[in-house]
C-alpha cells in the first residue's frame, strides 16, 4: 500500500468538508481566499476615495471600521509613480472586527506552514496601481488603484493575479470586476498539500498550496507529482516566495547581519526610493528566518497616515519590535534615532556587481542625506560566510539567472536558520515527559518548564557547530534571542502543540484500557465524574482538529455509550443530556 495514499485521502477529505461548509454560506469560497477588493480613485476635490468595494455586502458594516478600513487602504494605495506599480501593505484590523473565516479554519492552520498561517489580527492588502497622462481629466492624470485585500500572506499569488486582471479591469471597469470576483467564488478553498486550479479571465492558474509537512527546501513540483491535475497554461512556482537575489544583491555582504536583526526581532526601518522596493524588501527580510516565525510588527509600506505613526514615531520611549518600510524623505528626521536604517538608493551595477551598500554609524545619517547606507551600530554575533559571497558574485558574472541565484540564497538562510533551531527543538523535546507517564485514569503529566541556562549547558555538545560551520559568539545570539518577541512567538507555539500531543496520548491510553473493568468498583459519582470529564475531551478535541490516531475518537464514543448503558436508567438520562 502506498504510504501516501492515506494522506492524499485525508486532503481530499479536507477539501470535501471545506466545499460542504462553503455550499451553504454567500460569498465563502471568496472570503477564503479575499477579504474584498477595492478600487481606490483619487477625486480633485474629495483627494482619495474609494470607489467601489466587491462584494458589495463584504462585512465591513460598523461605520467607525468601515471609515477606517477606507482610509488606510486609500492612503496606502496613491504612491505617486507614473505608469504602473505593484507593491503590498499590512495594516492593522480595528479592536472588535470579526473575521470572515468559517468552518475550516482550525484546519487550514493544523496544516499550513507557521509562516502562511491566516492573519488573524492584520490584513494584507495587494495593489495595482496605474497614473498615465490622461487629458480628459481636469487634473490632467488617470490615477486609480485595484487593490486585493486578505489575510493570507500569499504575495507572489496575489500579484500575479492583478498582472492578469488589473490591465483589463482598467479598460472594463466594474463589470469586469463583477466578473472576477464571481470567478473566484468558485475557487475551491485553499487546503495544504493540495494543488489547484484557479481559472480567471481565460487563464488558468496552477498552484501547490505549501503544507507544514513539506520538506523544507523541497521543490513543489517534486512534491505534487502525484496528483493528477490537467496541465494549466500558467504554473506559479510559489504562491508566497519572492525573489530574493532580487531583493537582496545590493547588500549581499551585509546579509549575515540582517539575518541577526530579523532573528532578534530589533527594530528595523528601510529606506526606499518605490513602494514596490520597499514592500518586497521588508517581505523579504521577514522570510529570511523561515521556516521560524517572524513574531513581531512589519509593515511593507508605512506612511504617515498610518493609525499607527503617532505610535512608531514616538520619542518618549524605546523604538516598538517592527520593521517600516517607507519611502518618504520626511521619515529621515523622524526615525533618525531608531537603532537600525537600511537606507536604499536605485540599483547601480559597479563592474559585474550590484554596488554594494556599506554599513555606517547612526551619527552619520544627516537629515538631509540621500546616500544609501546600513546605518547601525549592531556587533555581529557570527562570522560572514565567506564562501557564499563568493558563489554568489560567481553566479552574477556568469550571468547565472535570479531564480537560482534566490535558491542558493534561499537554502543559506534556511540552513542557517534550521542551525540556530535545532538545538532548541531538541532541548525541548527533552522537557515531553515520557510516554510510560501517561496513564488512563490520571491528568496527563505537565511539561518541564523551560531554563535557560540547562539548556545552554548542552550547546557545547550538542549546539549548531554540528550543522554548521559558520564560527561566533552563538551562546551571544542566543541570549539576546531569548529576550525578543521571536523566542516568545516560538515558544508558545510548540508548548501549545506539546500540550496537543499529550491530550492525544491520553487519549489513546483511555482508548486501550479496561473502562467496564474499571467502573466495577467505582461509585456512580465517580464514573459519572469520568464520563462527563471523556465528553468533554472528546467535544474539545473535534473541535480543535488534534492529530488524534485514526479511529480512536470513534473508539472512545463507543466505549463511553458501553459505559453509560451499565449505569441506571435515571442516569444514563442525565448523561445523555451532556
Not at 132 to 146: E, I, N, P, T
Request: with cysteine.
Amino acid at each position: 500500500m502506498d504510504p501516501l495514499d492515506s494522506s492524499e485521502s485525508r486532503l481530499v477529505e479536507s477539501a470535501n468538508a471545506a466545499e460542504n461548509t462553503e455550499s451553504s454560506l454567500p460569498w465563502a469560497r471568496f472570503s477564503s481566499w479575499l477579504e474584498c477588493v477595492c478600487v481606490v480613485t483619487f477625486d480633485l476635490e474629495l483627494g482619495q476615495a474609494i470607489e467601489l468595494v466587491y462584494p458589495h455586502d463584504v462585512k465591513l458594516t460598523e461605520k467607525e471600521v468601515r471609515n477606517e478600513f477606507i482610509h488606510m487602504t486609500c492612503v496606502m494605495c496613491f504612491p505617486g509613480c507614473l505608469g504602473d506599480t505593484q507593491f503590498s501593505f499590512r495594516l492593522r484590523q480595528s479592536v472588535g472586527r470579526r473575521g470572515s473565516w468559517f468552518g475550516e479554519e482550525d484546519a487550514y492552520s493544523r496544516d499550513a506552514p507557521v509562516t502562511l498561517q491566516r492573519e488573524l489580527a492584520h490584513f494584507y492588502g495587494y495593489v495595482y496601481f496605474r497614473q498615465v497622462k490622461d487629458a480628459a481629466v481636469k487634473r490632467g492624470y488617470f490615477q486609480k488603484s485595484l487593490v486585493l485585500v486578505s489575510r493570507l500572506p500569499y504575495v507572489h499569488l496575489f500579484q500575479s493575479l492583478l498582472q492578469i486582471i488589473a490591465p483589463e479591469y482598467f479598460e472594463k471597469l466594474e463589470p469586469c470586476l463583477e466578473a472576477v470576483c464571481n470567478e473566484i467564488d468558485q475557487w475551491q478553498s485553499p487546503v495544504p498539500g493540495l494543488t489547484l486550479n484557479l481559472p480567471v479571465m481565460g487563464v488558468v492558474m496552477q498552484v501547490r498550496i505549501p503544507s507544514k509537512n513539506d520538506k523544507p527546501g523541497g521543490s513543489p513540483e517534486k512534491q505534487a507529482q502525484k496528483e493528477n491535475l490537467l496541465p494549466a497554461p500558467m504554473m506559479l512556482p510559489t504562491i508566497h516566495e519572492l525573489d530574493l537575489f532580487k531583493c537582496f544583491q545590493s547588500f549581499l555582504i551585509h546579509l549575515q547581519m540582517l539575518w541577526e536583526l530579523m532573528l532578534l526581532g530589533e527594530p528595523v526601518v528601510v529606506m526606499a526610493p518605490s513602494p514596490t522596493v520597499s514592500s518586497e524588501t521588508v517581505l523579504a527580510l521577514v522570510s529570511s528566518i523561515a521556516p521560524l516565525r517572524y513574531c513581531c510588527d512589519y509593515r511593507p509600506y508605512f506612511t504617515i497616515h498610518d493609525t499607527e505613526f503617532k505610535e512608531y514615531t514616538t520619542r518618549t520611549q524605546a523604538p516598538p519590535n517592527v520593521i517600516l518600510g517607507v519611502t518618504n524623505p520626511f521619515f529621515i528626521k523622524t526615525f533618525q534615532s531608531w537603532p537600525h536604517i537600511i537606507r536604499l538608493g536605485e540599483l547601480k551595477m559597479s563592474g559585474d556587481l550590484p554596488k554594494q551598500v556599506k554599513v555606517k554609524k547612526l551619527a552619520k545619517l544627516k537629515t538631509l542625506d540621500t546616500k544609501p547606507g546600513i546605518y547601525t551600530a549592531h556587533k555581529m554575533f557570527l562570522q560572514k560566510d565567506k564562501s557564499l559571497i563568493k558563489r554568489l558574485l560567481k553566479g552574477i558574472q556568469r550571468k547565472r539567472p535570479s531564480e537560482v541565484q534566490s535558491a542558493i540564497l534561499r537554502r543559506h538562510l534556511l540552513e542557517l536558520t534550521q542551525s540556530f533551531i535545532i538545538p532548541l527543538e531538541r532541548y525541548l523535546a527533552s522537557l515531553m515527559p515520557l510516554q510510560r507517564s501517561v496513564t488512563p485514569w490520571k491528568t496527563p503529566p505537565q511539561i518541564r518548564p523551560f531554563s535557560q541556562e540547562e539548556f545552554m549547558g548542552t550547546l557545547e555538545h550538542a549546539g549548531p557547530q554540528l550543522t554548521s560551520v559558520l564560527k561566533g559568539d552563538w551562546v551571544g545570539l542566543y541570549r539576546k534571542f531569548f529576550r525578543s518577541p521571536n523566542f516568545d512567538g516560538w515558544y508558545r507555539l510548540r508548548h501549545r502543540e506539546m500540550t496537543q500531543k499529550l491530550e492525544c496520548l491520553h487519549l489513546e491510553v483511555v482508548c486501550d484500557a479496561d473502562l467496564l473493568g474499571w467502573t466495577k468498583d467505582k461509585s456512580e459519582v465517580e464514573i459519572v465524574d469520568l464520563v462527563l470529564k471523556l465528553r468533554e475531551k472528546l467535544v474539545s478535541k473535534t473541535h480543535q482538529y488534534l492529530p488524534v490516531k485514526e479511529g480512536v475518537l470513534e473508539k472512545l464514543e463507543g466505549y463511553l455509550q458501553t459505559v453509560i448503558s451499565s449505569l441506571p436508567e435515571d442516569l444514563q438520562t442525565v448523561l445523555h443530556r451532556y
